[in-house]
């Protein structure tokens, strides 16, 4: 999703010894939903950290070191770091997400030098406000939003497509941290979110997983799958925290080419296989930054889990059966899921519209 924070170089090995909190806004009206998803996240991240450095010196399962090659260990991530860094790497980004322990107060902004590890959740924009020199703050913190505009307000506030904003401020001028992040979930997902029978991975069942049925019409010609499909409250949450500095500051890696429609980033499935086997010029440009392809692997892990096992196909559908080989069909056939977010392909594809329109007249 959407990120507003500048690239810094950030090691991993501090994260281990970090307690994090995550505060709820009041703008948040279902709190209960929000802490059980956020709690849902943590416990994906914990799950998804297991089976990467499996406990007691086990034996990494299979399933999970396919899932890894899909993901990240593309030849040329793997030309730019060995992988036993890599694994480190991947761990200590769920290592920083599993140590979110539990809903607290609101963050405050730090009052003498620190990391500020913390995380808060909004469910609407109301606290951003553009002031008469053209910035905006978020008058909750004081803090100034650099490189913030217009259209990435509205993008938010009038349900043009994004699902989520994150932003992650800066080290001030001596080189500490005082603000926490800030996780805002755009209100129309947010309330959208709340409607629906299925909101986290606990409402699903291995039945639904496997429907056969298909997804609306309006997706076909989009470069989305099913897994992409089942976009929970929790999954979403997932996929922002890896954005904020208690988890490395992961971003959405534009793509050298292709990427989600409109962006160009490396959001869904296939966007996060091909960026995986792309030269996109350096380490920070590969799957190891790339906060959706964190999102997926935890995602493939917690259907794993499921009994019987759940699996994701190399097109990203959801199967009952181990894939055996990589072999991608020229044509993705795509069978439904009723955690599909539905409303939301099709939302998007129509605000889409309208915005291409506007911009071509």
Known sequence: MKTFLT??????????????????????????????????????????????EPPNGAARDQNVERLLDLLF????????????????????????????????????????PTIADGVNIYCNVDRVLKRKNGDYADTSTGYILEDFDDSALNSCKTLSGDIAITWTPDATEDGNLYYPSQVTLCPWFYQ?????????????????????????AVTKGWPFTPIDAINLLDKVLLHEFTHTHACGGLRDVVMAKGGAPFFGVAYGWNAATTLARQ???????????????????????????????????????TVSTRPTKRDVPPEIQYPQTPAAFEGFITHLRAQRAVATAVEGT
């Open 192 to 216: 959208w979110g709340r409607s629906q029978s299925l909101q986290q991975w606990s409402d699903l069942r291995t039945k639904s997983l496997l429907a056969t049925a298909v997804i609306p």
């Open 279 to 317: 030269d996109n010029a350096g380490l920070d440009n590969t799957p190891a930054r790339n906060s959706d392809s964190y999102a997926l692997f935890a995602s493939g892990v917690r259907l794993l889990s499921k009994q019987p096992p759940v699996y994701i196909a190399d097109d990203g559908k």
């Open 73 to 112: 260990r593309g030849p040329v991530t793997l030309s730019l770091v060995d992988d036993g860094r890599l694994l480190r790497r991947i761990a200590g980004v769920f290592r920083g997400v599993a140590k979110f322990a539990g809903k607290t107060n609101m963050v405050q902004p730090a009052s003498a």
């Open 7 to 52: 690239l810094f170089s950030l090691g991993l090995a501090w994260l281990a010894s970090c307690i994090h909190a995550y505060g709820i806004d009041n703008s948040c009206a279902d709190q209960d939903l929000i802490q059980a998803a956020a709690d849902s996240a943590v416990d994906m991240a914990a799950k998804a950290l297991d089976a990467v």
